[in-house]
């Protein structure tokens, strides 16, 4: 919901207003704290003691696969209180030197569920080759039962996390915590039976080398994603020289420079640009059209409600400093 523009007109001594500012700004609920918190507390419950239960049989039962699960699922429950803290964050408003709020507090839940899903795919990594060549005895029975189990907890956590806004990149990263984990019971339910009807216990190791190869696929995306929005990327389906080529677009616009566009959360892109506009649109009041036209544009187009355009005349990038040339 946009609650308008402030526009501040800088006179010189020549009576001439030479730059006019104009901010946009999107208040409403973004993405992160429309998040929806009880799906997710259903789901940390639920998981928490199922991993209780698991982490009792593999160690009953000498399964690596089991354990491995389990040290998943305490990284998922680690995810899931990461969302709910960083969804609590969110909602909180815009106070002192905090002018975005706490909405980044989602990007860094996503760089911790990422991190960690690597952590623990090495680390099971390291153990499933020791057991590939030195392969323990495995009691196949109680495997083949928690992992049935599982699948059936993982699928309900699955759904719950799914209603709780995936469109956020906080909740995004528990959703495939989870979901890797239901793969992952997935590759030990075979691997119990193979055991069971053949005896070959490197099923465990091989289904543990499977678990891995899940993490990484999913850890490594969210990780480069939560990295993109802390360095202030562009986002990723942003092109940038397209969104130049719209503004240049608008009549009078001579020139755009120093572009920037940047992620503050999921959902909400901020732009900001210096637009060169005919010297004539300065006294005839032309200035204040020209931003609406700018506003309507990046919204239209792109999907973009919070911006902040500096309009100024030819002459002024004589004066402009540290300027980049994006």
């Given at each position: 919901?946009?609650?308008?523009?402030?526009?501040?007109?800088?006179?010189?001594?020549?009576?001439?207003?030479?730059?006019?500012?104009?901010?946009?700004?999107?208040?409403?609920?973004?993405?992160?704290?429309?998040?929806?918190?009880?799906?997710?507390?259903?789901?940390?419950?639920?998981?928490?003691?199922?991993?209780?239960?698991?982490?009792?049989?593999?160690?009953?039962?000498?399964?690596?696969?089991?354990?491995?699960?389990?040290?998943?699922?305490?990284?998922?429950?680690?995810?899931?209180?990461?969302?709910?803290?960083?969804?609590?964050?969110?909602?909180?408003?815009?106070?002192?030197p905090m002018t975005f709020g706490w909405r980044r507090a989602?990007?860094?839940?996503?760089?911790?569920?990422?991190?960690?899903?690597?952590?623990?795919?090495?680390?099971?990594?390291?153990?499933?080759?020791?057991?590939?060549?030195?392969?323990?005895?495995?009691?196949?029975?109680?495997?083949?039962?928690?992992?049935?189990?599982?699948?059936?907890?993982?699928?309900?956590?699955?759904?719950?996390?799914?209603?709780?806004?995936?469109?956020?990149?906080?909740?995004?990263?528990?959703?495939?915590?989870?979901?890797?984990?239901?793969?992952?019971?997935?590759?030990?339910?075979?691997?119990?039976?193979?055991?069971?009807?053949?005896?070959?216990?490197?099923?465990?190791?091989?289904?543990?080398?499977?678990?891995?190869?899940?993490?990484?696929?999913?850890?490594?995306?969210?990780?480069?994603?939560?990295?993109?929005?802390?360095?202030?990327?562009?986002?990723?389906?942003?092109?940038?020289?397209?969104?130049?080529?719209?503004?240049?677009?608008?009549?009078?616009?001579?020139?755009?420079?120093?572009?920037?566009a940047w992620t503050v959360t999921s959902g909400v892109t901020?732009?900001?640009?210096?637009?060169?506009?005919?010297?004539?649109?300065?006294?005839?009041?032309?200035?204040?059209?020209?931003?609406?036209?700018?506003?309507?544009?990046?919204?239209?187009?792109?999907?973009?409600?919070?911006?902040?355009?500096?309009?100024?005349?030819?002459?002024?990038?004589?004066?402009?400093?540290?300027t980049t040339s994006v």
């Amino acid at each position: 919901m946009r609650h308008g523009h402030t526009r501040d007109a800088h006179e010189h001594g020549h009576g001439e207003p030479d730059e006019v500012h104009v901010q946009h700004h999107d208040h409403g609920v973004t993405v992160t704290a429309a998040t929806r918190r009880g799906p997710l507390w259903a789901a940390l419950l639920l998981l928490l003691a199922f991993m209780l239960a698991e982490v009792v049989i593999a160690l009953l039962t000498g399964s690596l696969a089991l354990l491995s699960d389990a040290g998943h699922m305490l990284t998922d429950a680690a995810s899931i209180a990461i969302a709910l803290w960083a969804a609590g964050l969110a909602v909180r408003p815009p106070r002192g030197p905090m002018t975005f709020g706490w909405r980044r507090a989602e990007i860094i839940s996503a760089m911790v569920n990422g991190v960690s899903l690597l952590v623990v795919a090495l680390v099971v990594l390291v153990e499933a080759v020791r057991r590939l060549v030195d392969p323990p005895q495995v009691d196949a029975l109680p495997v083949i039962v928690v992992a049935l189990v599982g699948m059936v907890v993982n699928v309900v956590d699955v759904r719950l996390i799914a209603a709780a806004n995936r469109t956020s990149l906080n909740v995004e990263g528990a959703y495939q915590h989870i979901l890797t984990d239901l793969f992952g019971f997935i590759g030990t339910l075979v691997a119990g039976v193979v055991i069971y009807v053949t005896d070959w216990t490197r099923a465990d190791a091989i289904a543990s080398l499977i678990v891995v190869a899940l993490m990484a696929r999913a850890g490594v995306p969210i990780t480069i994603k939560a990295v993109r929005v802390l360095m202030e990327a562009a986002p990723a389906d942003l092109d940038l020289d397209e969104v130049r080529e719209h503004l240049l677009g608008v009549d009078h616009v001579q020139a755009a420079h120093d572009l920037h566009a940047w992620t503050v959360t999921s959902g909400v892109t901020s732009i900001s640009a210096h637009v060169v506009i005919a010297d004539e649109c300065f006294t005839d009041s032309h200035a204040n059209e020209i931003l609406d036209q700018l506003d309507e544009c990046l919204a239209e187009h792109f999907d973009i409600s919070h911006s902040t355009i500096q309009l100024e005349p030819a002459r002024h990038r004589a004066h402009e400093r540290n300027t980049t040339s994006v």
